[in-house]
């Protein structure tokens, strides 16, 4: 079956650095994406990776690696407005999003 | 500004009626979306429409239905079938669906039946 887990809930404090990990297993693989949440709005695209190896955008950074089906998302610096859910997704053959529960991060000062 | 509208923001409804969510999105994008949210779980596709007057059935389209009139327009109707239709409701559109075309999220309706 097709399956993303990553991890419920994680804390960590303002101007640090969070890691959120995510490993799946999809029906064939087109890429993984992360998206963030804040509670009760639309989700926004973050990240896609296809190729192993590591994808830098500003503050935020994600990892694949396909031979492991695994994938993580690097916050730096974080600020309180990171508050949010992190959601992983994985392409699988059909070019269809299998969705993870998603993982809230919450932020203290 | 281009963008994804889905209206109204909060539904209440009692059982045994039908409703229809609206999506509309004016950013040209041939691919459109409907997605259940519920807590604890990630987003579970309904369904999903590639082109005008063509859709697809999701992962669980059982007591829902569509339509693709327009490139602009894809509205969810709920029907009195759907066991459990209270969730929240998110409508997406990308341009294409290879594999680097991202979705664009609409921003929800939240559905009560009682």
């Known amino acids: 079956g097709q399956n993303i887990d990553q991890p419920t809930e994680m804390t960590a404090t303002e101007g640090a650095i969070v890691q959120i990990n995510c490993t799946y297993q999809?029906?064939?693989?087109?890429?993984l994406f992360w998206y963030q949440q804040h509670a009760g709005e639309a989700p926004t695209f973050l990240s896609y990776n296809v190729l192993d190896g590591l994808e830098e955008k500003g503050r935020f950074s994600s990892f694949l690696s396909r031979s492991k089906g695994y994938s993580y998302l690097l916050l730096k610096e974080l600020q309180m407005k990171d508050s949010a859910s992190y959601l992983c997704a994985g392409m699988d053959s059909n070019y269809q999003l299998i969705w993870g529960a998603g993982t809230k991060l919450i932020i203290k000062p | 500004d281009g963008g994804i509208t889905q209206s109204p923001k909060y539904l209440f409804r009692k059982e045994g009626q039908n409703v229809t969510l609206s999506c509309e999105q004016n950013?040209?994008?041939?691919?459109m979306y409907w997605y259940r949210q519920d807590p604890g779980q990630g987003l579970r596709l309904i369904y999903y429409s590639q082109i005008v007057n063509d859709f697809q059935k999701g992962d669980i389209a059982e007591g829902y239905s569509v339509s693709r009139e327009k490139k602009e327009s894809f509205p969810l109707t709920v029907t009195s079938a759907q066991k459990n239709p209270t969730a929240f409701y998110l409508c997406a559109s990308s341009i294409g669906t290879s594999g680097s075309d991202e979705q664009y999220f609409g921003p929800g309706t939240r559905l009560t039946v009682t």
């Open positions: 999809t029906s064939g693989f087109n890429g």
């Open positions: 950013l040209n994008h041939d691919a």
